[in-house]
């Protein structure tokens, strides 16, 4: 599988023109005076199916042939990637199934089915998604979009950074959130095209930290069923495309805890009317809590969803 470039980021920037909303930057006054910097907001959760993986999931699919539409495409994920591969595949009349867990937010596999996809379910601690998704693939004929370990899905997801590179090109740091590595490869493609020297910092759950251990081992490295509210950054591992783009570059990682998600969470809420999942929240929790001085910087922060279950994200906001 031959790796994106840089290129292939401004490339994905061109195809998502028209299809791909270039979404808000927000700003918000008490924050800069908490940090004494300038905090500049994307806000991907008012992107089309509440997250920026539609972005990666519509790239990837204008990239099929006439035999792979006709057959359809398969994929897995814990709801957004779900969502976003069921709307792309309807854009593009391409049949869908989305293997989703079956503990995975109502509201995402809802939506997902509510674009057309075909859902399927399995329960994550006794079955293997990729195995399952690799078998009913096989059995259909359909082509497999993983979440974060294909080429269009990582330079589509790079156009989220491009876009804030471009309107604020004199960041000195971007904080993004960290899953499967997608999103983080992408954006350190984007800087690349840019010729930026912003600092890119990857952000992920303290209870899933897959790309701390993997840049310390040289490799990816796989966990367990990581227990963390960030839902839509439990894969086990690390994207091995993804990792080696991440590997190369050698970004600093930090971690957020699920009570400094709950604090970020509460603040979107309570200060910017934004209403934000868990993993959304992480790139910002990492800025505000992971001991980066960031007084007098210009920092860019990817929030990267929004999709929550309003019962489970009253209790987050209650507890």
Do not use: W
Request: proline share 6%.
């Amino acid at each position: 599988m031959t790796p994106p470039t840089p290129e292939d980021v401004q490339a994905a920037a061109r195809l998502l023109a028209g299809v791909a909303p270039r979404t808000p930057v927000l700003r918000s006054t008490t924050i800069d005076q908490l940090f004494g910097g300038q905090l500049y907001f994307k806000c991907e959760n008012v992107q089309r199916t509440g997250s920026f993986k539609f972005r990666g999931a519509y790239c990837a699919l204008a990239q099929f042939s006439e035999p792979q539409r006709g057959q359809g495409v398969l994929s897995y994920s814990s709801g957004n990637h779900a969502q976003a591969i069921a709307l792309a595949a309807r854009l593009h009349d391409i049949p869908a199934l989305v293997v989703v867990p079956q503990d995975a937010d109502v509201t995402k596999m809802e939506a997902a089915r509510g674009y057309g996809a075909q859902v399927v379910t399995f329960d994550r601690a006794k079955e293997d998604r990729q195995a399952l998704s690799q078998r009913l693939a096989l059995e259909r004929g359909m082509s497999v979009v993983p979440p974060a370990d294909h080429p269009q899905v990582i330079a589509g997801q790079g156009t989220v950074a491009l876009e804030l590179l471009q309107d604020f090109p004199r960041l000195d740091y971007l904080f993004v959130p960290v899953g499967g590595g997608a999103l983080l490869a992408g954006s350190l493609l984007a800087a690349q095209a840019l010729g930026s020297d912003c600092e890119v910092v990857g952000v992920e759950p303290e209870a899933a930290n897959r790309a701390q251990r993997s840049l310390k081992a040289g490799q990816p490295v796989a966990m367990a069923h990581p227990r963390t509210i960030a839902d839509a950054a439990q894969a086990t591992a690390l994207a091995p495309l993804a990792f080696d783009i991440i590997r190369r570059a050698a970004p600093q990682m930090l971690t957020a805890t699920d009570a400094q998600l709950l604090g970020a969470l509460r603040f979107f809420a309570q200060r910017m009317k934004l209403v934000v999942e868990p993993t959304g929240a992480l790139a910002f929790a990492g800025a505000r809590d992971g001991g980066l001085d960031i007084r007098g910087k210009r920092v860019g922060i990817i929030v990267s969803g929004g999709n929550v279950d309003l019962a489970r994200y009253a209790r987050f906001l209650s507890d």
